[in-house]
């Protein structure tokens, strides 16, 4: 399984999963629906799938059109957000699976940016193969997403899950924010040497225009201040020790930002 992204709007990317093999593709969070069609018609690929994370107009805006172009396709998205995903067919909830190009995918339910928020995990399956976690707008490269449907309780126990994952995992996360999120999490975590080196990079790279996407699970444990609650040091920076306590603060922090 081959992950190509695609950058739309100002700081969307759409992954499109390509399985060589078969010529067959399916497609995460197509926002808009042209740019897929003219990457599918380079690849000389099929569209058999749309896996749709949530219901956001960014992450399922190119549904219909690419429903229309390949009737035979299956919908994907999760149960709750049932009548607010275009086209939806099949509605999945934690522990649910999936395939694509004879990889099983799982399904984590990661509710806190929105109620129905699903996260899609292809585990590897060679020796030598990474595992992919396709994660919306849940966990950001640095960041989190926004709390637009859900508590700060629920945001927690969602990331939880996303940072047991292995370390090498890659994090296809739908928005390039990276150099914002490190900006606030520098505000918060100064003393951070890997934070620090990792800030470098990213202004680096996108200096020279490149994508900070895919990240990993085993970079952003160490320097993403929402996957750190238990940190004495971010403790310190927001004053409290519970750990909801410490993550309600600080994504109120990075909306003030
Ligand atoms: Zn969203
Ligand atoms: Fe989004």
Redesign the pocket.
């Known amino acids: 399984m081959q992950v190509n992204r695609i950058p739309v709007l100002s700081d969307n990317y759409i992954f499109l999963l390509h399985d060589p093999q078969q010529n067959t593709a399916a497609v995460v969070d197509p926002a808009l629906a042209q740019p897929v069609l003219e990457r599918l018609a380079e690849l000389g690929a099929q569209l058999v799938a749309i896996f749709n994370?949530?219901?956001?107009s960014?992450?399922v805006g190119g549904n219909r059109q690419l429903m229309q172009r390949f009737p035979e396709i299956c919908v994907y998205g999760g149960a709750e957000d049932r009548g607010r995903i275009p086209g939806q067919q099949v509605f999945l909830q934690e522990g649910d699976r999936i395939k694509f190009a004879g990889r099983v995918g799982e399904v984590f339910f990661v509710p806190g940016?929105?109620s129905g928020?699903i996260a899609y995990y292809f585990p590897p399956t060679v020796e030598g193969e990474t595992g992919e976690l396709f994660c919306?707008?849940t966990l950001f490269a640095g960041g989190c997403?926004?709390l637009?449907e859900g508590s700060p309780a629920q945001m927690l126990d969602s990331l939880s899950k996303l940072r047991a994952l292995p370390d090498e995992t890659r994090i296809w996360c739908?928005h390039e924010y990276t150099l914002k999120n490190l900006q606030f999490a520098l505000s918060v975590d100064a003393q951070n040497q890997d934070l620090q080196t990792r800030y470098n990079q990213v202004q680096a790279a996108r200096h020279r225009g490149e994508a900070t996407v895919p990240s990993q699970v085993g970079i952003e444990k160490l320097t993403n201040p929402f996957l750190r609650w238990e940190h004495p040091s971010l403790q310190a920076a927001v004053k409290a020790q519970e750990p909801v306590k410490t993550f309600a603060r600080l994504r109120g922090m990075k909306d003030q930002f």
Do not use: I, L, V
């Not at 994370?53 to 956001?56: E, S």
């Open positions: 994370t949530h219901h956001h960014d992450h940016h929105t928020h919306g707008d997403g926004k637009f739908a």
